[in-house]
Each structure stands twice: as structure tokens, then as C-alpha cells.
């Protein structure tokens, strides 16, 4: 009697299907590798106008206020200023170099219109060139100093020299400076101009805590007194 059809044959298991005589079982499909995900960069911020224009202007304040400083270090060395502002803000020529890039930058940050940044640094540049050898011919040989004489008695007073050229000139700037630390001031007391030899300083010596001597190649000697609290010279004495 036929209870269980073709299972029975095989003790109760259905038959397996299996691939036709004479061909090959197919192989099973190799499973794909992961694909290893790249971790995506953070898109980048963008200024904001209002942050762009932040920057711009305060670099145009910077820039203004190095000029600023600038000049008022080259007028402090001609009537008695601050040590410190005529030390670090007479240079005229880096600073000012400095300056131009600040300006530069500001116009490539503030001002988004790429005909506009073109416009505005073609003009930088071309003030650049006209400006460069007027100032290259007025402060290319800034005067070095080369002397400090403390004052006999006097520890915070000092006679200083600096040298320099016109061309091919020698000239000679002879100061006073009167206190110590940030609130030091320089006094101007000589100039002397080289062009003509008799007129070359030789000798810059005190005589006396409030008293300076002064000599040319010429033989004339100049004699300045200062002032016992400040410092300032009662004159000031000029050869050439």
C-alpha cells in the first residue's frame, strides 16, 4: 500500500532537486567584500559678510594706527619724545612696508567683487612704485647708533650718537636721554653734516653731569648746558 509516495523511498525525507544528469551543480555566488564607508569632511564655514567686513575694517585700523605711530616716532626724536616710541616706531621704511600689506589684505577680504579687489590693489601698487624711491632715497640710510655715555654721577642720563649718510656725506646726530624705562625721554642737542670736512665731528664728551662738549675736525667746540631735572639742553648747536 502506498502511504507516503516517493518520500517513503527515502525513509520519509523529500527528494532533494538536484542539477540534470550530465551537468555541473552551479557554485554559489561569492558574497561582495563591505565597502568601506569614507567619513565625509565637515563642509567648510564661510565667512559671513558681516564677519568679512569685521575683519576688513580692523585691519584697516591696524594699518592706520601703524602710520600713525610711525610718524609720531620720527616727530618724538626732534623734540624731546619717548625713548621707547622713537626706538621702536622711527622706521619708517619696514613699517610702512607693513602697513601695505595690511591694506592689502583688507581689500582682499572686505571687498568681495573681484573686479573691485583687482581695481583697488592695481592702485596699491602703482602708489607703491611711485612712493618707493622717494622714500628709498630718504630713509635707505637711517642713522645707527653707535655711542652710549652715562653721565659722570648721573646713571640715569646718557649722551648718545648715532651716524648716518647723505650720499656719500657722513652725518652725526648728538641727544640727551633723561630717565630709565618707559617714561625715558630724548633730548636732540647736535647735528653735524659732514659734506665739508671741518665740519665732522671728532669728539662728544661730558663735561660734567649738565654738560656736554662738542668738537669738529675744524677745531670749533660747542659747549651745551642742560637743564639739572630734565635734562633738556638750553640749545641746540648745528655744523654744515
Not at 128 to 153: C, E, H, N, W, Y
Not at 207 to 236: M, N
Amino acid at each position: 500500500m502506498d502511504r507516503g509516495g516517493a518520500g517513503d523511498e527515502h525513509g520519509g525525507r523529500p527528494i532533494e532537486e538536484s542539477a540534470p544528469l550530465g551537468q555541473p551543480e552551479p557554485e554559489p555566488e561569492p558574497e561582495a567584500p563591505p565597502t568601506e564607508q569614507v567619513p565625509v569632511r565637515p563642509a567648510r564655514r564661510r565667512w559671513s559678510r558681516g564677519r568679512r567686513r569685521s575683519v576688513a575694517l580692523g585691519l584697516l585700523a591696524l594699518a592706520a594706527l601703524l602710520v600713525v605711530l610711525t610718524y609720531a616716532g620720527m616727530r618724538a626724536d626732534q623734540y624731546g619724545g619717548l625713548v621707547v616710541l622713537i626706538e621702536v616706531f622711527d622706521h619708517p621704511l619696514p613699517l610702512g612696508a607693513l602697513a601695505g600689506v595690511l591694506l592689502a589684505l583688507a581689500i582682499l577680504i572686505g571687498i568681495r567683487s573681484v573686479s573691485a579687489r583687482a581695481l583697488l590693489i592695481a592702485l596699491l601698487l602703482g602708489w607703491t612704485l611711485l612712493i618707493s624711491p622717494v622714500a628709498l632715497l630718504l630713509f635707505d640710510d637711517m642713522p645707527q647708533k653707535t655711542a652710549v655715555r652715562p653721565a659722570p654721577g648721573r646713571p640715569d642720563r646718557s649722551l648718545v650718537i648715532h651716524e648716518g649718510a647723505a650720499m656719500i656725506d657722513p652725518l652725526w646726530w648728538v641727544s640727551v636721554d633723561e630717565g630709565s624705562g618707559l617714561s625715558a625721554r630724548r633730548w636732540p642737542v647736535g647735528f653735524f653734516n659732514g659734506d665739508a670736512t671741518d665740519n665732522e665731528l671728532t669728539s662728544a664728551e661730558w663735561d660734567g653731569p649738565d654738560r656736554i662738549r662738542l668738537a669738529t675736525r675744524g677745531g670749533e667746540v660747542f659747549v651745551v648746558a642742560l637743564d639739572p631735572e630734565t635734562g633738556r639742553p638750553g640749545q641746540q648747536v648745528r655744523a654744515g
